[in-house]
């Protein structure tokens, strides 16, 4: 069987010709979320191959990693590349991208991944909430039915990550004995990682190749991605990204039930600054 056989969904699924492109071409915002995630997504092989090494020796996880996770990555990548090629045909999508890669290659290393394997995993957790809550926003914040139909399958795709990183997690944590407190710093540590390099790299990337004359201008793209995030962050389903950011934690139930609301209402400001 193929590795596209295998997958939940094919971009060939995805009729792009029912696209109501008069509905989001005008959408600015819109357009610079979803190539900025299409460039991220793209780079996904790279990640895919620190990651592996990083488990070298677990063939049970490597080989999900390599056949079924790296796989569904990249098919995000070419599914958000297609449709921002759709609407957005004016826009050099591989220019865009060779200039994302040269910068984001030099910054994905295995020296960003977790010395410790369990750790790393609880980290894994903290990225498929991301992406899981990135998808789930951008599906609220748009009514173009095709997208809404793409970006519903990719939030599927990163919720079933999560909870396969985190099935892994807990093996690690009975193998390796860390405390809470190294979990919750691992945890801090990627998503202030989240908040400060990938989306704001692509993002840039992307600005570049649209206003080339602004190039090197801070204000003008802090404009223009503050208020593209500004969009996101509005539409961030927040008790969902708390509940999945705390389960590595592994809290009491009295405690957990006690801190997913005061922390739902700062979780936008943690993964969108």
Sequence with gaps: MSQAADL????????LDRIEVACVRHDEDLFFLLCSASFVESGSDLYASNLIDHFAGDEELGGWLRQHWEQEELQHGRALAAYVRKVWPEFDW??????????????????????CRGLELAARCVVETGTASLYRALNDITDEPVLKQLTNHIKSDEVRHFKYFYQHYRRYREREGFGRYQVFRALLRRVNEIKSEDSDIALRHVFNQCYPQHQGN????????????????????????VKMLLKPLDLPPR???????????????????
Excluded at 94 to 115: H, I, M, P, R
Excluded at 255 to 273: D, G, R, S, V, Y
């Design 8 to 15: 939940p969904w094919t971009l060939e699924s995805i009729d």
């Design 218 to 241: 801070e204000a003008e793209f802090r404009r223009i991605s503050d208020r593209a995030q500004g969009r996101l962050r509005r539409n961030i389903p927040a008790a969902m990204t």
């Design 255 to 273: 405690l957990q039930n006690a801190l997913e609301k005061p922390l739902a209402k700062i979780t936008e400001k943690l993964f969108l600054h």
């Design 94 to 115: 591989d220019k865009g991208f060779a200039t994302f890669w040269n910068e984001y290659g030099a910054v994905c290393t295995a020296e960003q991944l977790e010395s």
